[in-house]
Structure formats: C-alpha cells, structure tokens
C-alpha cells in the first residue's frame, strides 16, 4: 500500500513513508533544480507511486501532513542551503517585480520633484536679478519665461520690450557680478527641459500601460493616481469612491475619527473638470470621473479595448 | 554592560535612561544609525526603542521573548530590517532567520542586509498565503510577526499552525490603528487576546506606549 508522501522545497524533492520516515530524496544544489523540479518529482514519484504530491499538499496547509513534514527540514546542516536558495529565489523574484508600475511611479515623483526645485531656485533668481533689473522680473509671471528671456536678451532690450525706458531702481552690476546670476539661470532652464522630458516619457509609458486612464484623466492626474493605489492592479480593484478621495487620505481619516466633513476629492482637484466647475458642482463632478476612472483602470489592466474617449465624453455630455 | 534575564540582549545606563543593546554579529558595521558601543573586545549595537517594537516590549518589562541564541525563527514582516538585524544578532551565527515581507523595495534592503549577515534568509512572499513559501522554508522555534494588515491576527494563527514548533514561541506586534482606526484600542486588543486564547496560550502583553502609540505586544506559546 503506496501511503508515500512527496514534498519537493529549494532543499530539494523528499519521499517520506506513513510515519514521516524519509525513504528518498534528491537534493538540489542550484535554484534551477528547482525550477526544474518536475523532472525530479516524477522520477521520484514513478519509483514510489507516493498518496500526495506537493502540489496537493500545498492546497491543504491545515491538514496535518504538511505539519509532520516540514520539521524534517529543521536542522542546523540545511540552514547555509536554506541561505543561498533563498537569496537566489528572493533575487529573481525582485527582478521579476519590476514593471511599469515603477517606472511611472518614479517618474511622476521625479516630475514634481524637479518643479518643486525649478520653483525654489527660480524665486532665487528673480530675488537676485531684482537686484539688477527689478522691473523686468516684475513685468512677467511665468518663471520659465523669466529665466527664457533674460538669457537671450540684454538689459536694454528686456526694459524696452515692456516699454520701461528709464531704469528707476535696478542697480548698475558688473559683467562678472551679473555672471553668476545668469549660470543660475542657465541651469533652471536645464531643470525645465529635463522636466518636459520626463514628461514626454510618462506620456509614452501611460500610452502603453494605461490608455484609458490616461485619456480620461490625463497622464500627470493618471499617473499620481496610480502612484497613490501603488500599483495599477491594485487600482483596478479600488472601488470608484476610493479613487474619488485618492491623495485625501488625511481629510478622510479626520472625518472618520471626528466626524468633520468628507473631502469631496484628492489628486483629482487638479483635472480641468473639476478646477473649472463652480464650487457646488465639484463633488459631483469628481464622483462621476471617479465612476468613470474605475471603469478605466479596469479595462487597461485586463487589457481591454480602448473607451476612454466615449467614457469622457459621457462626463463631458453630462456637465455640460 | 550588564546581561538582561533574556540571554544575548544586554543593557546598559545612559544617564537616567535604561538602554538595550545586542552584541553585533558583523563588527564595524551599522545597519540603520545606531550607535556602536564597544566594551573590551566586543562591540554592540544600541537597540532603538522608537523603532523596534520588540524593543520597546523588552523595556516595557515583558516576561518572555522567546528568543534565544542558536534559534530559528521565522520574522514575519521583516521591512528592511531594523528588527530583524538585533533578532539576527540574538540568535547569533548558530540561530538563523527566515525574513519574509511582501514589498519587493524592502525586501531589497533586506537582501543587502543578508549579503552581511548569513543567518538571515530574505523571502519574498505573501504573509497571507503561508502555502506560497512552505517550500522556502521549515519548521521554525520562534515566531515574530509585525505586519500592519486588517486581519493580521488571522494570519499570525495560520502561520503558526503550519510552521510553529510544539511549544514554540510566538510574538505578534498589534498596531490597532491598521484593524480599525475609529475604534477604541483597549477593544481591538481584547478581540485579538480572544482570537488568541483560542488556539494559543497566552504568556504575556504589554502595551508598548510611550515608544509606539496604540501597540500591544503579544507573547504566546504554541498549545
């Protein structure tokens, strides 16, 4: 009577009898023989015909065998094997982890993260070069103008561009005291580029990742979406209103604990629908693109056709 | 640097405070920035109560940890292991560790951790489905678990079912924020002890305030 058991671990594939009695085994030394285990497995099986393989043994962890079989292995001589299979597995699987998931992840942090710093040396710059010419760097908002402009064109030129002909408070600097001032520039203007070409690459990824996600709530939204659910499959299972507070994590949990008001939305208060709609309509809005969105993530991670057009225009439609 | 009633765990007075320290298996290296103590020939590493949570249960006065040199313990939830480097330095070169976390960014820190020290096994895997790493692992002395999951108590009693030597140890680290955070703490740690005292015999808990807020550990030994 076969009342043989087979259980194949990284140590390698073990027959043991009724009374947990190990009767054969074959050791691995490589983590490939474990990949290859199969082999091993039915040569093993084929000699002593074993009752339960690891494959059933596995989808019964409660039943008492995988207990009476597992202390066979707790011994001081198989820790070092125990060390290096394990290294060489958790290694592979690492490797095997990485997906678009992380590119975008990094690459949406790395956008906001070199704005935040364009941002800080910029009001720099301009604190610096009001020292030369303060009415220019009054004259114009836009900080990627700003450093644009006053790297192609001379004092002169700038003040008479806005039509200031007398410089009433800008100081007269010298060449190599207004030098520094514009490396500074050059080098922002560096971060701009980078940045729009970070972008560039988002928009790629989420093209190919996410289409759907990426037509409703564009890549930058889409992308922090993602971020915050950390990955596309656990936003594929996030239900609507989840994602409607996604990036509200503190207002929701203040509400929770103190009963205070729900926030209406998260990192969806930047997507034009919602900034442009008047205060009332906003929590609508969000809820409907939040709906919409769900669909979205569920369709791009089963890889299913493209609708996200139609789905936005159905928000658009709806608002209107 | 006196011994401690658990044997590899040593403290020591830093003015009026009391401060645990464990002798460091790799001399001269530092795993997150603690600091290195050395007394004659041997060096130890301050144990930083802030962010151990076994710490803070060993100078909250817990009668029992369970681990001791020469163990095998299974860590679940071994992040990238600040915990996991004073077990290793407790169970010393004859113990060994299976560290096992879900998230492949921590698990990358580990494995350099695991490149140092040689009693620790990195393991990728799903606390929640002990049958993804049955085969990466054996029957284990000890186990710890400190894992912020919903159902952790669930989880923390499968595993030790499956892996948990008879009359083993095991520890569970509740975070009482991560079940339910509306309601009381007191409660949820009264429905763990519940859950616990069912399968397992409870040894001892302490609330581990002022260094973690809304943690209780758990010490239990296998029925």
Redesign the interface.
């Known amino acids: 009577m076969a009342q043989n058991y087979l259980f194949t671990n990284l140590l390698g594939s073990f027959v043991f009898d009724g009374q947990f009695n190990l009767i054969d085994s074959i050791n691995f030394n490589t983590l490939d023989d474990y990949s290859n285990s199969a082999k091993h497995e039915q040569k093993l099986a084929a000699t002593h015909k074993p009752k339960l393989t690891t494959q059933q043994l596995l989808e019964k962890p409660n039943s008492k065998i995988l207990q009476q079989i597992l202390p066979y292995f707790k011994d001081k001589t198989n820790f070092s094997h125990f060390y290096s299979q394990n290294m060489a597995m958790t290694a592979y699987l690492i490797k095997q982890a990485v997906n678009e998931d992380d590119f975008i992840i990094q690459a949406i942090n790395n956008v906001e993260e070199i704005d935040k710093v364009a941002n800080t040396l910029a009001k720099r710059l301009r604190e610096w070069y009001e020292l030369y010419n303060p009415e220019f760097s009054r004259s114009i908002e836009s900080h990627e103008m700003f450093v644009e402009l006053i790297l192609s064109k001379t004092k002169q030129e700038l003040l008479k561009e806005i039509k200031h002909d007398e410089n009433l408070l800008g100081a007269d600097l010298k060449k190599q005291d207004i030098e520094p001032m514009l490396n500074l520039a050059r080098s922002i203007r560096e971060l701009y580029s980078l940045k729009q070409k970070h972008t560039d690459y988002l928009e790629n990824l989420m093209d190919t990742y996410c289409k759907n996600i990426k037509e409703i709530a564009g890549a930058l939204i889409g992308a922090k979406l993602l971020e915050h659910a950390k990955s596309l499959r656990h936003l594929a299972v996030l239900p609507a209103s989840t994602i409607q507070i996604l990036g509200a994590e503190k207002a929701l949990f203040r509400h929770i604990k103190t009963n205070s008001r729900p926030p209406k939305y998260g990192v969806l208060i930047s997507h034009p629908f919602i900034s442009r709609a008047k205060q009332k309509d906003r929590g609508k809005i969000a809820r409907a693109l939040a709906n919409k969105l769900a669909l979205a993530a569920k369709v791009d991670y089963y890889k299913g056709e493209f609708i996200g057009d139609k789905l936005r225009a159905e928000i658009e439609k709806k608002f209107s | 640097m006196q011994t401690t009633k658990f044997p590899g765990i040593f403290e020591s007075q830093v003015g009026r405070k009391r401060i645990l320290l464990t002798k460091n298996l790799v001399k001269g290296r530092k795993v997150y920035d603690e600091y290195l103590h050395t007394e004659g020939n041997t060096e130890y590493r301050e144990w930083n109560a802030a962010k151990s949570k076994l710490c803070a249960a060993i100078l909250k006065n817990i009668n029992q940890i369970g681990i001791k040199p020469g163990d ?1 313990v299974l860590y679940l939830g071994a992040s990238s292991g600040t915990t996991p480097s004073h077990v290793s330095d407790i169970v010393g070169s ?1 113990g ?1 560790i ?1 560290g096992l976390d879900f998230a ?1 960014r921590v ?2 820190d580990l ?1 350099f951790l ?1 490149k140092d020290r ?7 895997a799903d606390a929640n489905k ?2 993804t790493y ?7 002395d000890v186990v710890y678990m400190d894992i912020a999951q919903k159902n952790q108590t669930e989880i923390f009693l ?1 595993n030790c ?3 948990l ?1 008879n009359d083993g140890y095991a520890l569970l680290a509740i975070k009482a924020r991560s079940i339910d ?2 309601k009381r703490p007191s409660l949820i740690f009264e429905e763990v002890r519940k859950l616990l005292e069912r399968e397992m015999k409870l040894i001892d808990y302490k609330a581990l305030d002022p260094f973690q807020l809304d943690h209780m550990m758990f010490v239990c030994k296998k029925k």
């Open positions: 095998l004859d060994f299976f492949p698990v990358r494995v695991a040689k009693n620790i096994a990195p393991i990728l002990p049958e049955a085969t990466r692992i054996s029957t284990v499968k079912s499956l892996f030597k955070v509306t």
